[in-house]
């Protein structure tokens, strides 16, 4: 019997390259009569110009359990905290046009610096005086004696 010759030469690990294929590199691999074969490496470089831009997919954002909870919790956190800021700042402008209101009918000879003067008496005639005009729609309307006018109480 006659066996194929195998030569003896050793290939080290160069790079043999052919016609637009992949390089060829020799390894140590053996096949089953023990002798080297030259096995083809892959190729890990890319061609730049065929690459183009990264797909985008096309699915939606899916959220799990969790996510939906916590941006539900968001969500309701937010509405209470509008609710409660519109509510401190209803309250803190009614506080400040209407305040606790009586009705007093004008006597002859009365003004409203001395209807102001014994309504509220520890404060600035002026501010109490200008709080009645807001609060009767006078302007720079005079009162007439028997005119009901609503003043605001003292606290």
């Keep these: 019997m006659t066996s194929p010759m195998v030569s003896s030469t050793s290939v080290s690990s160069t790079s043999i390259r052919t016609n637009s294929q992949a390089p060829i590199r020799a390894t140590r691999s053996h096949d089953s009569s023990g002798a080297r074969s030259a096995t083809r490496a892959p190729d890990v470089r890319r061609d730049r110009r065929a690459a183009g831009p990264p797909s985008r997919d096309p699915r939606p954002v899916r959220l799990t359990r969790r996510g939906r909870l916590v941006a539900f919790a968001a969500s309701v956190a937010a509405l209470v905290a509008m609710i409660v800021g519109a509510g401190q700042v209803a309250g803190a ?25 014994e309504v509220a008496p520890g404060s600035d005639p002026r501010g109490v005086v200008q709080q009645i005009r807001q609060m009767n729609d006078l302007g720079t309307a005079p009162i007439v004696p028997g005119q009901a006018i609503v003043v605001p109480v003292a606290g």
């Design 93 to 117: 402008s009614a506080d400040a046009e209407s305040p606790q209101a009586t009705v007093v009918v004008v006597q002859a000879g009365e003004t409203l610096w001395g209807i102001a003067q």
